[in-house]
């Protein structure tokens, strides 16, 4: 059976040198009281104990002028102040890393952020961070934590040392979704990153995986939860003592790892215990040549010895140069590329601002990362002293200076208000940019993908004419790390289209005049969008002359006003009249012309005793043979012909029986003629024509 070990495993930096501190203690008094388990290991513990060790439970248990060791996850200041008014000796055992994350805790939360400490609610570490930031602290142990904090806070996100970097990645896209204004720094120790690294290695590559550490130890869980998400034959043990041997059935290779606070020792005792389980099961086998099994069983054994020889070479090694406290991991930037954060602008030009952000750091937007649109230029939207979002994209230069983006801050702003768009189910506007296979593209401030089948009420194959238009979408996809956003205009427009005909049958009355554009032509008239309800405009109301198509007077896309002509909401009708948005075409002329004035017309059609000539759509009006000339006419055609254009003089309107006498020869100048006769002859024209 083969062993694989993590490459990293065991005790971290941090423990080993509290173990350190309390082992020379030890080792010179043979007591040593300590506030709080020194680390999580109760087997270690309970080791040490059986040496002197005293685990204090509270600062109650602490006498004046006792030598009390603080333990590697550190504590709050309450409990230092509390061991000073007890004159007690302290010996700070707290992890420097640890030490660290309590400096940046303070630090900022006297500057009046607010700290969110990603951790688990009861663990001491968070307890003494949340201590460290003066009542500005706030645990944040799953996503739910999150819903009730006020998203207009300025905050500095922290995180427990031992934090799987999985979690803290989740939750840290949550907390930039809701903060626009948060500086995110990433406080795991590396030490705990680089074994589950290493742990996540060996599970991928082995047949059983064992996890050795205790169940209270944060890292521990971590790992077993890493590893077994990987491999699900993962088991987590304290001790040799844990391991069954029927987890090995068809077991050929065995991986290991260990918690931060797990001695070597221990490990070693879990290595030692697998291969005697291996000699077990092959003392099982049915072994056919004795000299085979003596053989297997000497190798074993071998193994055992080596092991046994390895633990205590090790125990007495120092720390290799890996597992050395490594205080670069906690040489942190002020902050980490993709912090947004508020900036003063303290120098404009158009080919970088200059901005200040506090802490006595300045930086830069180069102008690419000014805004969206090059066409902007800082200089006519920008003055020192504005207050500006930025996003950090680069740490310090060699110059000292920061890189900063407005576009992408603003970028990420519109991904957090299009995830909030989509929550709250808002309409929002866009301008359509292109036509694409399947769709529209959308600017919403991102480009968004509007599917056709979601552009229009109905179905329309060409979506040309919305190219350029600005619309009304709702968000129906947001997806902020694909940076994909699918947008839908169609319920929109169903729901306006919902609403303005509730507003029309609660609005309108017969009489009222709607505007509305022509969307159907049929033979019996046009039918007429009304803003989300359609209105019928019969053919016989289309003008006051005969229609014959409606074709005639309006075609499809027209804009018009109408009267509305009759309502009945029960069956959803409504009629519409154009012709009635006009005077009565008689009325018109009347009240245009006068008898005795010059009308342009069209002859229209020839009678043995006269010419019909057109002078107004649905107005004809005769010129009586009589009146076609001075001299005598023999054949109206001799005079006019039909399709003529003439100049004519009224001899009279008569509006009750909608008539229309005219005269050339009234044009030819003074001559005398029996006007009595004349009109006679009109009227017995007039009677049978009409
Ligand atoms: S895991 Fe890191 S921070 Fe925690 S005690 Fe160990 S070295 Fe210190």
Request: proline share 3%; aromatic share 6%.
């Given at each position: 059976m083969e062993i694989k070990r993590a490459e990293y495993m065991g005790f971290c930096g941090g423990v080993r040198m509290a173990i350190t501190m309390a082992e020379t203690e030890l080792e010179k008094k043979r007591q040593l009281s300590v506030?709080?388990?020194?680390?999580?290991n109760p087997r270690l513990i309970e080791d040490m104990e059986k040496r002197g060790l005293q685990t204090l439970?509270?600062?109650?248990?602490v006498d004046c002028g006792q030598e009390v060791m603080i333990r590697a996850h550190g504590t709050g200041p309450s409990t230092y102040e509390a061991l000073l008014a007890k004159n007690a000796i302290v010996l700070d055992a707290t992890c420097p890393s640890v030490k660290k994350i309590f400096e940046l805790a303070k630090d900022y939360s006297e500057k009046g952020f607010t700290i969110l400490i990603l951790g688990e609610k009861n663990h001491p570490e968070v307890e003494a961070i949340k201590e460290w930031s003066a009542g500005k602290g706030i645990i944040i142990?799953?996503?739910?934590?999150?819903?009730?904090?006020?998203?207009e806070l300025d905050v500095v996100v922290l995180s427990?040392?031992?934090?799987?970097e999985e979690v803290f990645e989740t939750f840290i896209f949550e907390i930039r979704r809701i903060f626009s204004s948060c500086v995110v720094l990433n406080t795991i120790c590396s030490a705990t990153k680089v074994r589950q690294e290493a742990a996540v290695h060996v599970a991928k590559q082995v047949d059983l995986m064992l996890v050795v550490g205790s169940r209270q130890s944060a890292n521990t869980r971590h790992l077993y939860d890493l590893c077994s998400a990987i491999n699900y034959n993962t088991h987590l043990v304290?001790?040799?003592?844990?391991?069954?041997?029927?987890?090995?059935?068809?077991?050929?290779v065995v991986g290991i790892t260990a918690g931060a606070s797990v001695p070597d020792w221990i490990i070693k005792e879990v290595e030692c215990n697998v291969l005697e389980k291996e000699l077990k099961i092959n003392e099982g086998e049915t072994v056919t040549s004795p000299e085979i099994e003596e053989q297997k069983t000497t190798e074993v054994e071998v193994k055992v010895d080596e092991v046994v020889e390895e633990v205590v070479e090790t125990q007495e090694v120092p720390a290799t140069e890996q597992e050395e406290f490594d205080m670069e991991s906690f040489?942190?930037?002020?902050?980490?590329?993709g912090d947004i954060i508020k900036a003063t602008v303290v120098q404009v030009g158009n080919d970088e601002i200059l901005v200040d952000v506090g802490q006595k750091s300045e930086g830069v937007i180069p102008r690419k990362e000014?805004?969206?649109?090059?066409?902007?230029?800082p200089t006519d939207v920008l003055n020192v002293g504005d207050e500006i979002t930025v996003m950090v994209?680069?740490?310090?230069?060699?110059?000292g200076r920061l890189t900063f983006s407005k576009k992408r801050a603003e970028q990420r702003q519109h991904w957090i208000q299009f995830t909030e768009s989509l929550n709250q189910n808002e309409v929002i506007e866009g301008k359509v940019l292109e036509l694409v296979k399947g769709g529209l593209i959308v600017d919403i401030g991102v480009r968004a993908f509007m599917p056709a089948s979601l552009a229009e009420r109905r179905f329309t194959?060409?979506?040309?004419?919305?190219?350029g238009e600005t619309v009304r979408v709702r968000l129906i996809e947001v997806d902020s790390e694909k940076r994909r956003a699918i947008v839908n205009r169609k319920m929109v427009l169903e729901e306006e289209s919902v609403a303005s005909r509730d507003a029309f049958w609660q609005n309108t009355h017969e009489g009222d005049v709607v505007k509305g554009v022509v969307r159907r032509l049929t033979k019996f008239g046009a039918f007429v969008d009304l803003g989300g309800i359609d209105g019928l405009l019969h053919i016989s109301d289309l003008d006051y002359y005969r229609v014959k198509d409606p074709s005639e007077v309006v075609k499809v896309d027209q804009e018009l006003e109408l009267k509305v002509?009759?309502?009945d909401a029960e069956a959803g009708r409504i009629s519409l009249g154009l012709?009635?948005?006009?005077?009565e075409p008689w009325e018109a002329f009347a009240q245009d012309f006068a008898n005795g004035d010059i009308v342009h017309g069209t002859v229209v059609r020839i009678t043995p005793w006269g010419a019909f000539v057109n002078v107004r759509p649905g107005i004809d009006g005769l010129i009586h043979i009589s009146e076609l000339d001075n001299r005598r006419v023999e054949k109206v055609e001799d005079v006019v012909a039909v399709g003529q254009e003439i100049e004519a003089k009224i001899l009279e309107i008569d509006l009750t029986r909608k008539r229309l006498s005219l005269s050339l020869r009234a044009m030819l100048g003074e001559d005398s003629y029996d006007q009595d006769a004349v009109d006679q002859m009109i009227e017995e024209v007039q009677e049978s024509e009409f």
């Open positions: 506030l709080g388990s020194l680390v999580h439970s509270s600062l109650n248990e142990e799953d996503l739910e934590d999150l819903k009730s904090l006020d998203s427990q040392s031992t934090l799987a304290s001790g040799a003592t844990d391991i069954e041997a029927d987890w090995f059935e068809k077991v050929n040489h942190l930037p002020r902050y980490t590329p000014f805004s969206a649109d090059s066409s902007i230029l994209i680069r740490n310090e230069d060699q110059e194959s060409d979506l040309k004419h919305l190219v002509l009759k309502l012709k009635q948005m006009k005077m």
